[in-house]
């Protein structure tokens, strides 16, 4: 069992950055990939970026590419997404997922991941 912890979210204006944080607990972080979603209010949860257990592959989405980056750093248990130039379609709740796994793979789907952070809220203002 693994829990997931986000951090970071808050309030900015747009064409501001901010950086969210999620803390898994466990020894065995390096074997989960990893994976951030958003919901926004009356949608569904969409798939933002993905990030292999290595951090050698990662994938952004057509709508954050070139503005938000994954990463993680193995040694903290904890995996980032640093978001910039947001915009007010970004206001969502955004998720930390995780699903174990040995292969070098970025998992898409919803689906693909049995482990959820609760969430953290981003609002970005116009």
């Known amino acids: 069992q693994v829990q997931l912890v986000e951090s970071g979210g808050g309030l900015v204006q747009a064409g501001g950055s901010l950086r969210l944080s999620c803390r898994t607990s466990?020894?065995?972080?390096?074997?989960?990939?990893m994976g951030w979603f958003r919901q926004a209010p009356g949608k569904e949860r969409e798939f933002v970026a993905g990030?292999?257990?290595?951090?050698?592959?990662?994938y952004h989405s057509d709508s954050v590419k070139g503005r938000f980056t994954i990463s993680r750093d193995n040694a903290k248990n904890t995996m980032y997404l640093q978001m910039n130039s947001l915009k007010p379609e970004d206001t969502a709740v955004y998720y930390c997922?995780?699903?174990?796994?040995?292969?070098?793979?970025?998992?898409?789907?919803?689906?693909?991941?049995?482990?959820w952070g609760q969430g953290t809220q981003v609002t970005v203002s116009s």
């Open positions: 997922a995780a699903q174990q796994t040995t292969a070098r793979v970025i998992l898409r789907s919803r689906s693909s991941y049995d482990y």
């Open positions: 990030i292999s257990w290595s951090g050698g592959s990662t």
């Open positions: 466990g020894r065995t972080f390096s074997t989960y990939a």
